[in-house]
Nanobody, 121 residues
Framework: QVQLVESGGGLVQAGGSLRLSCVASGRTFDTVGWFRQAPGKGRDFVAAITWSGDTTPYADSVKGRFTISRDNAKNTVYLQMMSLKLEDTAVYYC????????????????WGQGTQVTVSS
């Protein structure tokens, strides 16, 4: 099992930026992903990154605005979010998978507790 702890959420105005962090510990894993869940909706894929960091799929809704990166020395994955929109408001979850390039939640078997991101007008 991998332990994941997210941080960096908060309240930000539309057009602003936030950087989320996810610190991982425990067994090894291949892919780390970010997902989000808005009130009353399902959990959606946002972005993922492989161990090497050379492959980073994104959801269409965040392409060009969000950037995922990782620092393996610190066992930390980041999600830099820019040009935030009201519809980005959600609880953001970090998750780990042993499947390379996983983007579906069913392939992620370790999840963090989530961090709230609220974008205001």
């Amino acid at each position: 099992q991998v332990q994941l702890v997210e941080s960096g959420g908060g309240l930000v105005q539309a057009g602003g930026s936030l950087r989320l962090s996810c610190v991982a510990s425990g067994r090894t894993f291949d892919t780390v992903g970010w997902f989000r869940q808005a009130p009353g909706k399902g959990r959606d894929f946002v972005a993922a990154i492989t161990w090497s960091g050379d492959t980073t799929p994104y959801a269409d809704s965040v392409k060009g605005r969000f950037t995922i990166s990782r620092d393996n020395a610190k066992n930390t994955v980041y999600l830099q979010m820019m040009s935030l929109k009201l519809e980005d408001t959600a609880v953001y979850y970090c998750a780990a998978s042993r499947v390379t390039l996983a983007t579906s939640g069913v392939y992620f078997d370790s999840w963090g507790q989530g961090t709230q991101v609220t974008v205001s007008s």
